[in-house]
């Protein structure tokens, strides 16, 4: 048996469903299945299912989120589960980042910009070196992590040891520091940096918060320490430390030299076509470029933009896949996918985003075809590096259902309580979790006409409020949103109304006024950006819930209904049209609630129309109620509402807001082009929480403009 590398601590135990849920999944990933989902409820402690199935699988494991935010709770969260194991937080270092791209249209060049943020980066360099040297890992990635980061043999080859005892010249060691991109502090000493002071050599290496302290007897090391680098307390002595390179991007002197020669072989072809094509403005463009890279590389080692020529850097063969924090793994690893119905999304759109934007580039001549190569996985190589995966959502998609099951046929018009009679087996590799520890059940739905919707609204919050109880609702549009609350205001209901226009700091403020009591009613567009912990509410009203689109897709329905499941009598209220003078007696049953009537449309009873989003989402619904409701019977489980702590919102941002007061017209005019390119490709990428960061960094822009 194998050495047992994790050790989960927590003062809960699983409960019987978790339980049922930790075993299946852990059956199939050791029977040699590649791929099994854990169709999960909110508030059901899916990351503590999550925990138990690393520590009985006992890989190094990674799991990925699909935005910064999640990715940060998990990494917490985790680390708190296994104290005693190495758990990372691996995303993005840029505080702020503007690609190199080419506006063609306006004949507009973007250099690439940005900000890096230096504990992040601090945090990616920890996480690749215990990758590297232990096992007992986890690492939270956001799906940053299929982009290239550097050939692992190139990198490894450049660590090296200082022992106590042996004999170093300290002229070599600080050219070989100066080579894996250490840089001499003056005043400011931080991580990638290096002090020399007599005979004592200080070393800030990226991974670490602390300086490893090397003392010489002239040339032998008789000391080695590790300190606080502002205190100078000793924390640790060693007998030998490992140093790994300041950046990933690192390479050597005589690799760079080695590849020199095929950059000038590609650059002479592209110089040829574009003489070709009688394109002096692209040859001139191209080659001066070009140049002016490899000279720096020759003389520095390293240029601004290096990662375009990552191809040659690497050695690798034109189209092969980069090399990304997945190779750092061990070979037999476990991947955990959460939220795996955004995050595999987001992943599938990355690779075209990317190429849409180098194809511009290179056709323009601002870089050489090989530059394509330096990009993110394709979704089929991700998958390739993908050993054992377990899929984590509430609203498995497609993909996940294809991969899960032998037979995914029978579930792509998956409805419950039609066609299915739940059951997961070898065959069918979809785990529910759907028992909520507090007992609490799924909500009832109930189906209202919007031509009497503001009545309804009126008498609900009068409920609420009597109870001591909370509601929220959600329009699809920041007018219709806006003209409510002016509404209820008009009325003397305590309201506030969000949507994309709101500042994050100001949307938590809002949500924490809303626990505090100081307001009764939130009306929101979009219901699915925030993660929310609202125990107060009790009511959920969806407005214009039979229009299509993605607000009101199934998915989206579902993780609107679960939005607030914190609440023992929460209820949600589904507004739709309504048929007028319905004659039942001319149509068919289309099941036991609901009439197909005139152009294929569903109504219930009362002739309310239901899409078949909402046909699906409130069957769904209904079918997890019914089986909880037995399970806290037979379990005697009584459902409970859980009020948490209510902390501190106004968190201290990792972004650095950028002034933009100082900048003359012209500047702020250049600064709108580049971050609507920039939100663009955010978009596409499906990377919508930059994507909306970015809308308010705008918005901003455009009131500097007007100033």
Not at 340 to 361: C, E, P, Y
Not at 374 to 391: D, I, Q, T, W, Y
Not at 534 to 550: H, M, N, R, T
Not at 647 to 657: I, P, Q
Request: with cysteine.
């Amino acid at each position: 048996m194998s050495e047992k590398l994790f050790n989960l601590q927590s003062k809960y135990k699983p409960s019987p469903d978790q339980e049922n849920a930790i075993k299946q999944i852990t059956g199939f990933i050791n029977d040699g299945y590649k791929f099994q989902t854990l169709w999960w409820v909110t508030w059901s402690g899916k990351t503590f299912t999550m925990a138990n199935v690393i520590q009985e699988i006992n890989k190094p494991t990674l799991i990925i989120a699909h935005n910064k935010t999640l990715a940060a709770q998990l990494a917490q969260e985790f680390k708190e589960f296994f104290p005693n194991n190495a758990v990372h937080y691996f995303v993005s270092y840029y505080d702020y980042y503007q690609p190199e791209a080419y506006v063609a249209k306006t004949d507009t060049y973007i250099e690439k910009e940005a900000t890096i943020n230096e504990e992040i980066d601090r945090l990616r360099h920890a996480a690749t070196q215990d990758l590297l040297t232990r096992k007992d890992v986890i690492i939270v990635a956001s799906v940053s992590c299929i982009y290239g980061i550097w050939d692992i043999a190139l990198y490894t080859e450049q660590v090296f040891d200082i022992r106590v005892w042996e004999n170093y010249a300290i002229e070599d060691l600080l050219k070989k520091l100066v080579s894996m991109q250490y840089r001499r502090a003056a005043s400011d000493f931080k991580p990638g940096n290096f002090l020399v002071m007599w005979d004592t050599l200080e070393i800030y290496p990226a991974s670490s918060e602390t300086v490893f302290t090397v003392e010489f007897w002239w040339d032998e090391v008789s000391q080695i320490t590790s300190r606080n680098y502002l205190t100078g307390e000793i924390y640790e002595y060693h007998k030998e430390v490992t140093i790994f390179p300041a950046k990933h991007t690192v390479t050597t002197k005589d690799t760079i030299e080695k590849i020199i020669p095929n950059i000038k072989t590609e650059l002479e072809e592209r110089l040829k076509y574009f003489t070709e094509t009688w394109d002096v403005v692209k040859f001139e463009r191209l080659k001066t470029k070009v140049e002016y890279d490899l000279e720096m590389m020759q003389e520095v080692g390293y240029v601004n933009g290096i990662e375009n020529y990552s191809r040659y850097l690497d050695g690798r063969e034109s189209g092969a896949p980069p090399a990304t924090l997945m190779d750092y793994f061990w070979k037999d690893y476990l991947t955990l996918v959460d939220e795996s119905h955004m995050t595999f999304s987001q992943i599938g759109w990355m690779h075209a985003g990317d190429r849409a934007r180098k194809v511009n580039l290179v056709e323009n001549g601002f870089r050489l075809p090989s530059a394509m190569d330096n990009r993110p996985l394709k979704f089929e190589e991700f998958e390739e590096k993908m050993v054992n995966v377990v899929s984590v959502s509430a609203t498995p998609g497609k993909y996940d259902i294809e991969k899960s099951t032998s037979n995914p046929e029978v579930f792509y018009n998956f409805d419950p309580i039609k066609d299915w009679v739940w059951k997961a087996n070898k065959d069918c590799r979809i785990v529910p979790q759907m028992m909520r520890p507090t007992g609490l059940l799924d909500p009832e739905i109930i189906n209202r006409p919007m031509e009497f919707m503001v009545d309804d609204i009126m008498k609900n919050i009068s409920d609420v409020v009597e109870k001591n109880e909370r509601l929220l609702i959600t329009t699809i549009t920041k007018r219709s949103s806006e003209e409510l609350t002016d509404y209820l205001l008009g009325n003397w209901v305590k309201v506030k109304y969000l949507h994309s226009e709101i500042e994050t700091l100001e949307r938590l403020e809002t949500l924490k006024e809303l626990r505090e009591w100081k307001i009764d009613v939130i009306v929101w567009v979009n219901l699915l950006r925030e993660w929310l912990d609202l125990p107060e509410v009790s009511k959920i009203c969806i407005l214009d819930a039979d229009k299509q689109g993605f607000l009101r897709s199934e998915s989206s329905l579902i993780q609107i209904i679960w939005r607030a499941a914190r609440n023992e009598n929460w209820k949600v209220y589904m507004y739709s049209e309504q048929i007028k003078k319905l004659d039942l007696s001319k149509y068919t049953k289309e099941e036991d609630w609901l009439w197909r009537v005139d152009n294929g449309k569903l109504c219930n009873d009362e002739g309310l129309i239901i899409s078949e989003a909402m046909r699906k989402a409130i069957n769904l619904t209904y079918y997890r109620r019914n089986l909880q409701a037995k399970y806290n019977e037979e379990n005697g489980i009584t459902p409970t509402t859980v009020f948490s702590e209510i902390k501190d919102m106004w968190l201290k941002s990792n972004k650095t807001k950028r002034d933009y007061s100082t900048l003359d017209r012209k500047s702020v005019e250049k600064e709108i082009a580049r971050m609507e390119l920039e939100m663009d490709i955010a978009a596409a990428n499906m990377e919508y929480e930059k994507a909306a960061e970015l809308r308010d960094a705008l918005i901003d822009l455009k009131k500097a403009k007007k100033k």
